[in-house]
């Protein structure tokens, strides 16, 4: 995974994992409903939205990191415009 965006994972049941992040790094805004096995970096932030992980308490039991930057999520941000009738600036939106 490697890139600087907001990265948003979700789904209507929200149970939607985010799992197997083995190698490079990601710089910006990750949020997921469910989050398992960090094991690269992230340099911004990361937020979980289950209050009960599949995986326990433990989302990075390996070599990753998990750093904050209000730099890095200034960036991912910046360029983000949400307009009420569409993603203007999405990459990819699937449902």
């Known amino acids: 995974m490697i890139g600087r965006a907001i990265l948003i994972v979700h789904n209507n049941a929200k149970n939607a994992i985010m799992k197997n992040l083995n190698s490079g790094t990601f710089r910006g ?5 469910d989050i398992i096995h960090i094991h ?18 433990t989302i990075g039991n390996g070599s990753g990191a998990a750093l904050f930057s209000n730099i890095n999520i200034l960036k991912a941000t910046e360029g983000a ?5 569409g993603s203007q600036n999405a990459v990819a939106w699937r449902e």
């Open 29 to 33: 805004l990750l949020i997921a409903e």
């Open 40 to 57: 690269a970096t992230i340099v911004g932030a990361i937020v979980s939205l289950t209050p009960s992980p599949s995986a326990g308490n």
């Open 81 to 85: 415009i949400l307009v009420p009738n």
